[in-house]
Nanobody, 124 residues
Framework: QLQLVVSGGGLVQPGDSLKLVCQAA????????IGWFRQAPGKAREAVSC????????IWADSVADRIWMTRDNRKKTVSLQMNDLNAEDSAVYYC?????????????????WGEGTQVTVSS
């Protein structure tokens, strides 16, 4: 089974950049798309983006489309989410999740394997 651990959250100022890393364990990573999700207090969970096994990227949240970049290292079993020009609306708990599908669906997909989230707070 795919196990995921997210790191890299913290407190940043508006306009800063932040990189989250999703570390996977398990052979399922090789054939799993990895998605990023976030949830702010009092709000529904939001699907942010997804990266396929061949590193093709899919953006689910229009609000971050021009500000994020994902990479995937299949040898290290990591997926990173680089977020730039952060603002208060980006404050949330961020999760990575995986599904045994090689490509990312165009619409958000409720992935079965979840890691614990990491808090990102954007505040001056």
């Amino acid at each position: 089974q795919l196990q995921l651990v997210v790191s890299g959250g913290g407190l940043v100022q508006p306009g800063d950049s932040l990189k989250l890393v999703c570390q996977a364990a398990g052979s399922e990573f090789d054939y799993s798309a990895i998605g990023w999700f976030r949830q702010a207090p009092g709000k529904a969970r939001e699907a942010v983006s997804c990266i396929a096994t061949d590193s093709k990227r899919t953006i689910w949240a229009d609000s971050v489309a021009d500000r994020i970049w994902m990479t995937r290292d299949n040898r290290k079993k990591t997926v990173s989410l680089q977020m730039n020009d952060l603002n208060a609306e980006d404050s949330a708990v961020y999760y990575c999740a995986g599904a045994p599908i090689r490509v990312c669906p165009r619409v958000p997909y409720n992935m079965p394997n979840w890691g614990e989230g990491t808090q990102v707070t954007v505040s001056s």
